[in-house]
Nanobody, 117 residues
Framework: QVQLVESGGGLVQPGGSLRLSCAAS????????MGWYHQAPGKQRELVAT???????IYADSVKGRFTISRDNARNTVYLQMNSLKPEDTAIYYC???????????WGQGTQVTVSS
């Protein structure tokens, strides 16, 4: 399994921006499809955005046009740029690495994002 460490969460006012980072251990980062998920209190974990090894991206409808996922294979890092944040974006954000052939599905420990005035 790959080890993932998220950073960049915090408290931000509505309309503000944050950039989350997820650093992966090891040397084969390029083989993983990467994703960001969030989980609000009392709710299930939900997809926010994913990016494949080839750079194809998918976004939840609620974040389209506001969030951007990207990856830097040289730095073993995936990013989530979050703009125009809303109170409903408040959640713990988790990074995910997946490689189906090798049956790898790893999660980070999560980083808290709070959007409040």
């Amino acid at each position: 399994q790959v080890q993932l460490v998220e950073s960049g969460g915090g408290l931000v006012q509505p309309g503000g921006s944050l950039r989350l980072s997820c650093a992966a251990s090891g040397s084969n980062f390029f083989i993983y499809d990467m994703g960001w998920y969030h989980q609000a209190p009392g709710k299930q974990r939900e997809l926010v955005a994913t990016i494949t090894t080839g750079g194809r991206t998918i976004y939840a409808d609620s974040v389209k046009g506001r969030f951007t996922i990207s990856r830097d294979n040289a730095r073993n890092t995936v990013y989530l740029q979050m703009n125009s944040l809303k109170p409903e974006d408040t959640a713990i954000y988790y990074c995910n690495a997946r490689q189906n052939v090798l049956k790898i599905n790893s999660w980070g420990q999560g980083t808290q994002v709070t959007v409040s005035s």
